[in-house]
């Protein structure tokens, strides 16, 4: 028997499978990483298309099967349009979803990276931010939620606004982090900082980082 629940997140991996149907991953707050299958979202107009896409960010009503969930409707309060216009933005956001894809499991719950994920989509958009300052920090508190970061650096090595920024992203809760600026000097550092842990992490390459630097 098919149970229906419902599930907060967003759309991160999609593939099509079979002649119109379409296979997605959503990052969820409830359920972690699932992989949902939805009949018929890939045909012309039909009402699942549009939440099955990338960055398709809402509450999702599942059937739970005994070994998959298969979309029964959606409600989406964010859809992420501004991706479609802003090529540059879209690549950096695949980016954030790769990495989201890549440091969460199926079916184990991690909020953290769920509200890092949405906020650091929306501060693509905030004029005050560079992308390239939105990148660095999620990257460093998507480390640091993985229990993976190094620490704070020595004082002896380190501008004092580059250790005010790390302690401020180890103390602040994921979704509120984008909220403070830094002098050129500290970035430098900052920017550093994230490419010597995501090396001692053993971070992959991602196909959507490539695209990023292709435009620089």
């Known amino acids: 028997m098919q149970n229906l629940i419902s599930v907060l997140g967003m759309v991160i991996k999609q593939e099509p499978v079979g002649e119109f149907d379409r296979k997605i ?113 999620f990257e460093i508190k998507a480390i640091m939620i993985n229990g993976e970061f190094n620490g704070i650096p020595d004082s002896d090595g380190s501008l004092e606004g580059t250790r005010k920024a790390v302690r401020f992203l180890y103390d602040t809760p994921a979704d509120k982090i984008y909220s403070f600026k830094l002098s050129d000097e500290s970035f430098t550092e900052l920017r550093a900082l994230a490419d010597a842990n995501m090396k001692d992490c053993g971070w992959k390459d991602f196909k959507s980082l490539e695209l990023i630097e292709g435009m620089k």
């Open 25 to 137: 991953v959503i990052m969820t707050r409830e359920k972690g990483k699932i992989t949902v299958y939805a009949r018929g979202a890939r045909r012309q107009n039909n009402r699942l298309m549009a939440a099955t896409n990338l960055f398709a960010f809402g509450e999702f009503r599942l059937f739970a099967n005994p070994n998959s969930y298969s979309l029964s409707d959606a409600s989406i309060s964010n859809f992420f349009e501004e991706m479609r216009t802003d090529l540059e933005a879209s690549f950096y956001g695949l980016y954030f979803l790769e990495i989201t894809d890549y440091y969460c499991r199926e079916g184990v719950t991690d909020t953290d990276m769920l509200k890092l994920l949405y906020q650091s989509l929306k501060a693509l958009f905030v004029p005050q931010f560079t992308k390239d300052f939105v990148k660095t920090l």
